[in-house]
């Protein structure tokens, strides 16, 4: 069965430093979106991607933080100078598209700690 | 935004015992998820459920589009179904985004 798949699955990182979350999404998928849920805190959305551009982002989807599709698989999210409050499980999804996203399909998470 | 409500927010159960799990929401929806997210953190795709009634072996869900409300039916508990449950929703715009509850926690035990 066709999965979402995040690499890496946890990055420890100095503060200040660039990171980079890579997923590869459903392949036949037209909507992409990145989540990030604090520990013990609940989901919440950071962007949504669709036709190569940013359709809807968040409050906390700041300058710092980009997105993008260098080819035809990959989607990645990068914080360009890490916080302490960054640490956080990073999800990325996507849907097939259509009329609406209709279901969603989440991959396994990228654990960042940022010391 | 949506508001997502979760009921009850922990949860404890012996093993063998049935629990429901309540999803309210302040909007109408037209897309309706519940996922459970284990020890490790990863989100499991329960059910896609934006309106009836699915079952998957001891698990089913019952979403009430018109009444705004979801149910997760968990029966003969096993340790394994420990971990948090969440319920999220979407509008069902284009490019619309899914607003998720603060989860169900849920600890079963032996």
């Known amino acids: 069965e066709p999965e979402v798949t995040q690499t890496p699955s946890h990055q420890v990182t100095q503060m200040g430093q660039e990171v980079i979350l890579r997923c590869v999404p459903i392949?036949?998928?037209?909507?992409f979106y990145w989540y990030r849920q604090i520990l013990g805190q609940k989901v919440e959305f950071l962007v949504s991607?669709?036709?190569?551009?940013?359709?809807?982002k968040s409050e906390i989807f700041d300058d710092q933080f980009s997105v993008e599709r260098p080819d035809g698989s990959n989607f990645t999210l990068k914080i360009r100078s890490t916080k302490l409050e960054d640490s956080a499980m990073y999800f990325c999804?996507?849907?097939?598209?259509?009329?609406?996203?209709?279901?969603?399909?989440f991959g396994e998470g990228s654990r960042l700690t940022v010391l | 935004g949506i508001q997502v409500e979760q009921s009850p927010p922990d949860l404890i159960l012996q093993e063998g015992a049935n629990s429901t799990l309540r999803c309210n929401f302040s909007d109408s929806v037209n897309n309706l998820q519940w996922f459970h997210q284990n020890p490790w953190g990863q989100l499991i795709n329960l059910f896609y459920?934006?309106?009836g009634t699915k079952q998957n072996g001891r698990l089913s869900a019952t979403t009430v589009a018109t009444e705004r409300y979801s149910l997760l039916y968990i029966s003969s508990s096993q340790t394994t179904d420990s971990g948090v449950y969440f319920c999220?929703?979407?509008?069902?715009?284009?490019?619309?985004?899914?607003?998720f509850g603060s989860g169900t926690k849920l600890n079963v035990k032996p």
């Open positions: 999220a929703v979407e509008r069902g715009y284009n490019f619309n985004k899914f607003y």
């Open positions: 991607f669709y036709n190569n551009e940013i359709s809807e």
């Open positions: 392949s036949n998928h037209l909507y």
């Open positions: 459920i934006p309106s």
């Open positions: 999804a996507s849907g097939r598209g259509g009329l609406n996203p209709g279901e969603l399909f």
